[in-house]
């Protein structure tokens, strides 16, 4: 069957994606035994140039740039996987919810959701993390929560087209309460075009905590993260100095290759009714 | 000696996957003459039929052989020479009317387009054309009636307007995918005397794709019959109707002839009534769905209810569990009261009365699998073990016909009579007094069709089970239904015996639903015809 020769055979893009993410992930579990120094050791000249010593030179205090990314990685891409992961989390059980629990509930979240969406998303965001500080915990429960109302949208519109087929009708006239219809009949069904979504909102949750921690707001020195070491390493532009380049790279990097994964899963996942998974 | 207007040999599609579709298909049409290509589901039939056009849908190649459309192989001509001819020299009529139709532009809009587009005619004539089109196929305001959009017109009404756009550029062959099926069978009658009419007036080829021998009798000079993608037999219909030769042609025509015999089926006096649902009515919104019907159903018995699209049937099974609201009237299950409403009935009231669906591909669930589907209502109502559960459903997979290493599979890779068995087996699975079937095989092929039936006369047999039959294919009341009760809008018109409702005096109603069945005869629709002319 179609469906199962592309699992098998990814093009060549996805294999590309594949490959740089492993990448990451494998800097990012094993940063402190990979990584030619530490996190954060001052220990050369400032802006240095690569060279053998320090294979991508030194960022503004000294520090190897190339250790600095590996661990970035952890940083950046472990809290942007979290947040996904929260949202997800709310995002769909109140999206299931909102579908199959009857008119009333789907009114009073969607109505919520929608004065939620209505607020700037990095206004918002600012608002908070200045209310309650910054730390790791905060950070990842309010981009989790902020996140979580877009997940709801899609979710919903995918629960809704499952709630209204005949086999929930048939575990309806069973009697079937409410939760197994959630989560035994619909959710299985919500969950594949879900995972493709679930590769874009990572993307941007990563994209919000690199520009929170480039704006300073977001994950806190001395931990390394690739948004904030763009901060520090800014000014070395002006000078034609590449520093920054690297951090911005890796961001790149890593959005373009959960993109191309993410476009070779929706093209497994297209439905047959001719809507894509996509919304 | 006339070339034929359209010529495929030695044809060969596959799908991506490699499965071959259509193995080794050679055809020839001549201008004017009609060829029928019949078969059951997958036999390869819309699919030639579009191969006709060069044309393959998603999924599939055409990997061998040429289409010859007047001597022009089309396959060798550039996408622009191949849009000329599409529309032009041969057009295609679909199954589904509705979804062939873009409901964002007016019917007009979509009838003219073809012509204005080939430069066959100007709008303004194509315009006028239409208007007499609709005119000639008797649709209702014929100056009006382009100006609708399709969701406000009729099934029927639609089929027509998209027979006259298939027709709109004057093309020379016009391919015809079952494109009454989808149709009630007093409507159908209509559409397929048009359709003759046009082909006669136009001197159009066609390729008539259809399932239903008896519709294909009447309306074609040839019958090529197709299975599993490939040629069985191709003969004058005569010949096929008559003296068929290969032994699936011969299948299809005992099949379809003995639907048309009725065999009476007596069932004894005295049976305690399960069922009672008098004077129910139901709305939705404003509008009156059932007025004052009232059915009863016995131990062991099988009641039809028959009625065409709009007569309430499916309505008045949901008012029976629950799905719709009763505006009044009383329903007595097993001498209780059941409520109208369905969060109001007990776990047992909802036990008791199962529904089969028509469709069993959206009916199961397609990340469960066999035993999940049929075990979960064993353990929700009798709350048995893992171990029981998986006994019981391994019984029940016997009792079905289903091999029992079923039970682990995912029900998506399987036919549509193999389904709607899991679904009888699930509805069993919940030790049922009275199975509802809303149209148990109408997306089923006619030998998997008949197959179905018997089963659920078997359990009947073997079980005591009622059910609840409700169709328009008059042949399974005959052959099923002990009573059956005919519904027209909303009303019963007529309700008793079936052979007492089949035979006369009968009500018009019954006697229109009863002539309207095709049946395996050349020259009934024009018998038909003449009996409606006077």
Redesign the interface.
């Known amino acids: 069957?179609?469906i199962q020769?592309s699992l098998k055979n990814p093009p060549i893009s996805a294999k590309i994606g594949m490959v740089i993410l492993v990448v990451f992930i494998f800097f990012a579990i094993f940063a402190p035994l990979i990584a030619p120094y530490g996190e954060a050791e001052s220990i050369g000249k400032t802006w240095a140039s690569p060279s053998a010593e320090f294979l991508l030179g030194t960022d503004n205090i000294g520090r190897d740039m190339l250790s600095r990314i590996i661990f970035g990685a952890r940083m950046t891409l472990g809290v942007a996987t979290a947040c996904t992961l929260l949202s997800f989390l709310i995002g769909i059980t109140m999206g299931l919810l909102a579908a199959v629990a009857g008119k009333a509930l789907d009114q009073i979240l969607s109505r919520f959701v929608d004065l939620m969406l209505s607020i700037p998303i990095l206004v918002f965001a600012l608002m908070i993390l200045s209310m309650f500080g910054s730390s790791l915990f905060t950070l990842i429960i309010t981009i989790g929560i902020l996140d979580s109302f877009r997940v709801f949208r899609l979710a919903r519109s995918i629960a809704i087209n499952i709630v209204v087929?005949?086999?929930v009708?048939?575990a309806?006239?069973?009697?079937?309460g409410l939760w197994w219809i959630m989560v035994r009949?619909v959710l299985?069904?919500a969950l594949p075009p879900m995972i493709a979504e679930f590769g874009l909102r990572f993307c941007f949750n990563f994209l919000f905590v690199a520009g929170l921690s480039f704006l300073g707001l977001g994950i806190q020195p001395p931990f390394a993260d690739w948004g904030g070491m763009v901060r520090e390493n800014g000014r070395a532009i002006a000078f034609g100095i590449p520093a920054p380049l690297w951090p911005a790279i890796a961001i790149g990097l890593t959005t373009i290759s959960v993109n191309m994964i993410v476009d070779w899963i929706l093209s497994i996942n297209a439905r047959p009714s001719g809507a894509s998974a996509e919304m | 000696m006339t070339t034929p207007i359209l010529k495929i040999q030695n044809l060969r599609i596959e799908s991506l996957a490699g499965d071959v579709l259509v193995d080794n298909a050679n055809l020839s049409l001549m201008p004017g003459k009609v060829l029928g290509l019949i078969g059951e589901s997958g036999a390869g039939k819309s699919t030639i039929g579009l191969a006709a056009m060069s044309y393959a849908r998603g999924g599939c190649k055409i990997t061998g052989g040429q289409v010859e459309i007047d001597g022009v192989v089309i396959q060798e001509l550039s996408a622009e020479g191949r849009a000329q001819f599409r529309g032009r020299r041969i057009a295609y009529v679909a199954q589904s009317a509705a979804a062939s139709f873009n409901p964002a532009h007016t019917i007009m809009d979509q009838v003219c387009e073809m012509p204005v587009h080939h430069g066959v005619r100007s709008r303004i004539e194509a315009e006028a054309w239409a208007v007499e089109m609709f005119r000639t196929l008797e649709l209702p305001d014929p100056e009006s009636f382009g100006a609708r959009y399709p969701h406000q017109v009729s099934g029927g009404q639609l089929q027509r307007a998209m027979a006259i756009m298939a027709i709109s550029a004057d093309p020379d062959i016009v391919v015809f995918d079952e494109p009454t099926t989808a149709l009630d069978v007093t409507t159908q009658i209509e559409v397929l005397v048009l359709i003759k009419k046009l082909i006669r007036d136009y001197n159009i080829a066609a390729l008539y794709i259809t399932h239903d021998l008896a519709v294909v009798a009447q309306i074609a000079d040839h019958i090529m019959v197709l299975r599993q993608g490939k040629m069985v037999e191709l003969e004058t219909t005569g010949n096929i109707l008559h003296s068929p030769k290969q032994p699936y042609t011969k299948e299809l025509v005992e099949d379809r002839q003995t639907s048309d015999v009725f065999r009476e089926i007596i069932l004894k006096a005295d049976r305690e009534v399960i069922l009672d649902a008098a004077h129910i009515t139901a709305h939705y919104g404003d509008f009156e769905v059932l007025k004052d019907v009232s059915i009863t159903v016995a131990k062991g018995e099988t009641v039809a209810i028959v009625g065409e699209s709009g007569s309430g049937k499916t309505s008045l099974a949901r008012v029976i569990v629950g799905l719709t609201e009763r505006s009044s009237g009383d329903l007595t299950f097993l001498g209780q009261t059941l409520s109208p409403a369905l969060k109001h009935r007990s776990r047992d009231d909802l036990r008791k009365v199962q529904l089969i669906y028509q469709q069993p591909d959206v009916a199961l669930n397609p990340r469960h699998t066999v035993g999940e589907i049929i075990g979960r209502p064993i353990k929700f109502y009798f709350n048995r073990t893992a171990d029981e559960v998986r006994e019981r459903t391994l019984e029940l997979l016997e009792q079905v016909g289903l091999p029992a290493d079923y039970i682990d599979r995912k029900s998506i890779a399987l036919s549509g009579g193999q389904k709607q068995r899991i679904c009888i087996a699930r509805a069993l699975a919940a030790e049922p007094t009275l199975i509802i079937c809303d149209e148990p095989t109408s997306a089923l092929d006619q030998l998997v069709a008949d197959e179905i039936l018997k089963l659920l006369q078997k359990l009947q047999d073997e079980l005591s089970l009622s059910y609840l039959v409700i169709t328009h294919d008059l042949g399974i009341v005959r052959r099923i239904a002990h009573r059956t009760a005919v519904l027209l809008r909303g009303e019963l018109v007529a309700s008793g015996a079936t052979g007492d409702i089949f035979k006369p005096p009968f009500h018009p109603y019954t006697e229109k639903l009863l002539q309207s069945v095709p049946e395996l005869r050349e020259s009934w629709l024009e018998e038909i015809t003449a009996k409606r002319a006077d």
């Not at chain 1, 309806?172 to 079937?176: A, K, N, P, S, T």
């Open positions: 069957m179609a020769n087929t005949e086999f009708e048939v309806r006239l069973r009697g079937e009949e299985p069904n």
